[in-house]
């Protein structure tokens, strides 16, 4: 899939022309809103600009596993415009609401994939979003929730150079079920240097080509980074667990039964264990070692 | 003291040895243990602390301390799952710390968190810009990444965030 792409296989059903006009937006001369839609876990999300050159600069990868949707019927639509008489730069707005200004495309089109995936998250009807990082590691998930920089990135990161497979560094996606789906956006990383990491990482992100499958049992590893912190992990009980998930799940709040239930499927059949964690690469050995010896079945087996 | 368990607005699911517990009214998800979950289905406001305790004894085949049972009722009506009104002679938290101890019992019998909000269970940043968050969940670049001007910078100082969202138009009113 080519966002912006002539040979975009869904141009001509998926493509936009519904009129969504912003107030207070000029279109150019002659020039109607142009855009597509994209169907991630069946939530279709409309993506419109005022200016046609910028949908061709959008990110192939803009929501991981999502497919070309051919109805104008949009979950959310997101808007992008160029603003020359205010502030000069691009704004992005949701549903017609103003979300982001940038004064460059490429800055916007990054808070557009937060706020597109976020979309997603948010109005999926059958899966439960949770905030955390997630590998598969021989046939088995590994869950690494947490907030925003608590180091799940870099630990996943660590993990899929260690032998694990990368499903996601952001959304643990759970069925009704209670099994895994990957969310295989591009890893994000953030430092004070955030640039010249973020190409590094891009020179060797993780292979997301090959559709990978769901995954019903799982571990779930609470780790604390600490400078100088050792590894001691501790076994979590079922609803210690299920807690700590519900801490970190997008729509716990919006749909408490539903995340209720289905995380609850999900801890039934996974072992959790927390811990305080140093050196991202002894970690990740670490962590490995842990889930190995823990599973039945793959006791001693070696890195 | 005869507690009556608050079952309104409740969303209930059991788990092995544990049940958690969501509540509707402030978005908390309390994680009860097989004392506290016994002593919450059974408080019906007209049993009282030793009534509780024998029930809790027949469940678990073990003998349970009135003082364990009030730890709980304690820690039941701090998570708000206890009528405030049936609680009203309920021990301080240290008087329950000490008779605990006296008994020899464990403390934590109820875990509590705050269900995040949508935009909390995200990443709000994945580029490394400074960003705020806004009232309504959303996040919205800083003057660092919105004018191309760091703190320091003369530009910086004529325009704090909130007068650079301006520069946006205010659809809600057109």
């Known amino acids: 899939m080519k966002a912006g792409n002539s040979s975009r296989p869904g141009k001509a059903s998926g493509i936009l022309n519904s009129g969504c006009t912003i107030p207070g937006v000029n279109l150019p001369n002659g020039c109607s809103n142009s855009g597509f839609a994209l169907s991630s876990y069946g939530v279709r999300i409309a993506i419109e600009t005022n200016e046609p050159g910028i949908l061709k600069r959008i990110p192939e990868d803009l929501l991981p596993g999502a497919t070309m949707a051919g109805s104008r019927k949009a979950d959310v639509r997101f808007f992008i415009s160029r603003d020359d008489e205010h502030a000069k730069g691009f704004a992005l707005y949701e549903d017609r609401r103003p979300i982001a200004h940038a004064r460059s495309l490429p800055q916007l089109l990054v808070t557009l994939e937060a706020a597109a995936q976020h979309a997603v998250a948010r109005l999926c009807r059958k899966h439960v979003f949770i905030h955390a990082g997630v590998v598969r590691w021989k046939g088995r998930a590994i869950i690494l929730p947490g907030r925003s920089f608590s180091g799940k990135s870099t630990l996943v990161l660590a993990l899929v150079r260690v032998g694990a497979t990368y499903y996601s560094d952001e959304f643990a996606v759970v069925d009704t079920k209670g099994r895994i789906h990957p969310f295989s956006r591009r890893p994000h990383v953030r430092t004070a240097s955030g640039q010249k990491l973020r190409r590094k990482l891009q020179a060797a992100s993780p292979d997301t080509g090959g559709k990978l499958p769901a995954v019903a049992e799982c571990t779930v590893a609470v780790c604390k980074y600490k400078p100088c912190g050792r590894w001691k992990p501790r076994s979590m009980t079922k609803g210690e667990t299920l807690l700590e998930l519900m801490g970190n799940t997008v729509v716990a709040r919006t749909r408490p039964e539903d995340s209720l239930k289905i995380l609850a499927k999900l801890v039934r059949k996974s072992t959790a264990f927390k811990t305080v964690r140093g050196d991202v690469g002894e970690s990740a050995r670490a962590l490995l070692m842990h889930v190995n010896s823990r599973t039945p079945g793959m006791k001693g087996t070696r890195l | ?174």
């Open chain 2, 1 to 174: 003291m005869k507690p009556l368990a608050r079952k309104k607005d409740i969303i209930v699911e059991e788990l092995p040895g544990e049940t958690v517990i969501f509540d509707k009214k402030n978005n908390k998800v309390h994680c009860l243990n097989s004392i506290a979950l016994t002593v919450w289905a059974n408080a019906n406001g007209k049993r009282s602390i030793a009534d509780l305790a024998k029930i809790v004894a027949a469940e678990s085949d073990c003998p349970c301390d009135d003082a364990v049972i009030e730890s709980a009722v304690h820690q039941l009506a701090e998570a708000e799952l206890i009528e405030e009104t049936s609680t009203e002679k309920l021990l301080s938290r240290r008087d329950v710390g000490r008779k605990l101890a006296l008994a020899g019992s464990c403390a934590a019998l109820v875990a509590t968190i705050v269900a995040p909000t949508p935009a909390k269970a995200s990443s709000q940043d994945p580029t490394g810009w400074h960003t705020a968050h806004r009232s309504d969940g959303w996040f919205w670049p800083e003057p660092t990444a919105f004018n191309g001007a760091g703190k320091g910078s003369p530009k910086y100082q004529f325009g704090n965030r909130r007068t650079k969202r301006h520069h946006v138009p205010n659809l809600r009113n057109s």
